[in-house]
């Protein structure tokens, strides 16, 4: 148990990732298409609400869904951001981002349950949802197992 808590919350974070290389590797590829997907949602004519979404925006209260959608986007970006500074500067903190990756994604999904919006179709992140769900369990569990042999090397 000391290990676990020593590898998400280590003493001093720097540059060294601790065990299996792959939860860094699929944790950029999920970081770039945060960067993506905060841009689409900020940058886009309707935010992707109407385009990706599929919601009705030939309605009043519209222009608010595409201003929420643009907030959206920029914690998007924000969290995105922290991400890379964990990759390119604080490796050691790579095993807590898959944390905060899992209760990111479980806290939409539980937002999305209690507060259901009607699409026309089902938007491409509600799918990416269950998918970044199991990949940051998944993660988690690799880095803390992979972490604790190397530790365990260590001594």
Request: with cysteine.
């Amino acid at each position: 148990m000391k290990n676990i808590l020593t590898i998400l919350f280590p003493a001093r974070a720097d540059n060294r990732l601790r065990g299996s290389k792959w939860p860094l590797y699929l944790f950029i590829l999920v970081a770039a298409i945060g960067v993506v997907r905060s841009c689409i949602h900020i940058l886009s004519p309707d935010c992707g609400a109407g385009s990706i979404a599929g919601m009705n925006l030939a309605v009043s209260g519209a222009i608010e869904v595409i201003f929420a959608f643009a907030l959206w986007g920029a914690e998007q970006l924000v969290y995105a951001l922290l991400q890379w500074v964990a990759i390119l500067r604080y490796r050691s903190l790579i095993p807590l981002m898959w944390g905060v990756q899992f209760l990111e994604t479980l806290g939409r999904m539980l937002v999305g349950h209690l507060k259901p919006v009607v699409f026309a179709h089902t938007p491409p992140g509600a799918y990416q949802n269950y998918f970044y769900l199991a990949l940051s369990v998944l993660m988690l569990a690799l880095s803390l197992w992979s972490g604790q042999k190397a530790i365990r090397e260590e001594k």
